[in-house]
Protein backbone atom coordinates (compact mmCIF):
# COMPACT_ATOMS: atom_id res chain seq x y z
CA UNK A 1 0.00 0.00 0.00
CA UNK A 2 1.09 3.47 -0.45
CA UNK A 3 0.56 6.55 1.41
CA UNK A 4 0.08 10.35 0.69
CA UNK A 5 0.20 12.62 3.93
CA UNK A 6 -1.23 16.41 3.53
CA UNK A 7 -2.66 18.91 5.27
CA UNK A 8 0.16 20.08 7.32
CA UNK A 9 1.33 24.32 7.89
CA UNK A 10 1.50 26.82 9.84
CA UNK A 11 -0.99 27.77 12.73
CA UNK A 12 -0.55 29.41 16.31
CA UNK A 13 -0.54 28.13 19.52
CA UNK A 14 -4.85 27.39 20.14
CA UNK A 15 -5.49 26.72 15.96
CA UNK A 16 -6.27 23.83 14.92
CA UNK A 17 -4.86 21.25 11.36
CA UNK A 18 -6.42 18.41 10.10
CA UNK A 19 -3.93 15.90 8.30
CA UNK A 20 -5.03 13.26 5.55
CA UNK A 21 -3.34 10.20 4.93
CA UNK A 22 -4.45 8.80 1.91
CA UNK A 23 -3.26 5.18 0.69
CA UNK A 24 -4.11 3.38 -2.29
CA UNK A 25 -5.46 -0.52 -2.84
CA UNK A 26 -8.84 -1.54 -1.95
CA UNK A 27 -8.09 -3.16 1.38
CA UNK A 28 -7.32 0.12 3.55
CA UNK A 29 -9.93 -1.31 6.37
CA UNK A 30 -7.96 -3.67 7.19
CA UNK A 31 -4.76 -1.82 8.18
CA UNK A 32 -4.07 -0.15 11.47
CA UNK A 33 -2.87 3.39 10.63
CA UNK A 34 -0.10 5.08 12.87
CA UNK A 35 0.93 8.69 13.19
CA UNK A 36 4.09 9.37 14.11
CA UNK A 37 5.90 12.87 14.39
CA UNK A 38 9.49 13.43 14.24
CA UNK A 39 11.72 16.70 14.97
CA UNK A 40 15.43 16.92 14.11
CA UNK A 41 17.99 15.47 16.53
CA UNK A 42 15.08 13.40 18.03
CA UNK A 43 13.58 9.83 17.24
CA UNK A 44 10.37 9.19 15.73
CA UNK A 45 7.64 9.65 18.24
CA UNK A 46 4.28 7.95 18.55
CA UNK A 47 1.14 9.79 18.42
CA UNK A 48 -1.71 7.87 17.49
CA UNK A 49 -2.93 4.68 15.65
CA UNK A 50 -6.07 3.46 14.75
CA UNK A 51 -6.12 -0.29 15.48
CA UNK A 52 -7.39 -2.38 12.38
CA UNK A 53 -10.22 -3.77 12.21
CA UNK A 54 -11.14 -3.34 15.86
CA UNK A 55 -11.57 0.21 15.29
CA UNK A 56 -10.06 1.32 18.36
CA UNK A 57 -7.93 4.11 18.79
CA UNK A 58 -5.06 4.96 21.11
CA UNK A 59 -3.05 8.37 21.97
CA UNK A 60 0.04 9.39 23.49
CA UNK A 61 -0.58 10.76 26.65
CA UNK A 62 0.77 14.79 25.20
CA UNK A 63 -1.99 14.48 22.69
CA UNK A 64 -5.18 12.92 24.59
CA UNK A 65 -8.34 15.19 24.36
CA UNK A 66 -6.81 17.20 21.86
CA UNK A 67 -5.98 15.06 18.57
CA UNK A 68 -8.52 12.98 17.20
CA UNK A 69 -7.67 9.86 15.07
CA UNK A 70 -10.06 8.46 12.48
CA UNK A 71 -10.73 6.59 9.02
CA UNK A 72 -13.56 6.62 6.13
CA UNK A 73 -12.55 3.30 4.45
CA UNK A 74 -14.90 4.32 1.84
CA UNK A 75 -12.41 7.03 0.59
CA UNK A 76 -9.16 4.84 1.75
CA UNK A 77 -8.04 7.94 4.27
CA UNK A 78 -7.34 8.39 7.38
CA UNK A 79 -7.13 11.73 9.15
CA UNK A 80 -5.86 13.52 12.30
CA UNK A 81 -7.54 16.27 13.35
CA UNK A 82 -5.25 18.35 15.84
CA UNK A 83 -6.95 20.76 18.03
CA UNK A 84 -5.30 23.35 20.66
CA UNK A 85 -1.81 22.81 19.24
CA UNK A 86 0.99 23.63 21.38
CA UNK A 87 4.58 24.68 20.04
CA UNK A 88 5.80 21.68 21.11
CA UNK A 89 3.40 19.88 18.47
CA UNK A 90 5.69 21.28 15.78
CA UNK A 91 7.33 18.37 13.92
CA UNK A 92 6.96 16.38 10.45
CA UNK A 93 4.00 14.31 10.73
CA UNK A 94 3.99 10.97 8.74
CA UNK A 95 0.81 8.36 8.58
CA UNK A 96 2.30 4.66 8.57
CA UNK A 97 0.18 1.68 8.16
CA UNK A 98 0.74 -2.14 8.92
CA UNK A 99 -1.14 -5.44 9.11
CA UNK A 100 -0.90 -6.29 12.70
CA UNK A 101 -2.78 -5.33 15.55
CA UNK A 102 -0.95 -6.75 18.41
CA UNK A 103 -1.40 -3.60 21.14
CA UNK A 104 2.24 -4.11 22.51
CA UNK A 105 3.41 -2.79 19.29
CA UNK A 106 1.46 -0.38 16.94
CA UNK A 107 3.18 2.28 19.38
CA UNK A 108 6.50 1.59 17.99
CA UNK A 109 7.58 2.55 14.42
CA UNK A 110 9.63 -0.59 13.83
CA UNK A 111 6.18 -2.36 13.44
CA UNK A 112 4.72 -0.61 10.57
CA UNK A 113 5.55 -1.29 6.72
CA UNK A 114 4.24 1.00 4.83
CA UNK A 115 5.00 5.15 5.29
CA UNK A 116 4.10 8.15 3.88
CA UNK A 117 6.66 11.41 2.99
CA UNK A 118 5.54 13.20 5.94
CA UNK A 119 4.18 16.49 6.64
CA UNK A 120 5.41 19.26 8.23
CA UNK A 121 3.23 21.21 11.50
CA UNK A 122 4.39 24.33 12.45
CA UNK A 123 2.99 26.30 15.71
CA UNK A 124 3.94 29.32 16.69
CA UNK A 125 3.74 30.63 20.11
Known amino acids: VQLQASGGGLVQAGGSLRLSCTAS????????IGWFRQTPGKEREFVTVFRGRSNIAYYADSVKGRFTISRDSAKNTAYLQMNNLKPEDTAIYYCAATLTEILSTIRESTAYNYWGQGTQVTVSS
Open 25 to 32: GRTFSRYT
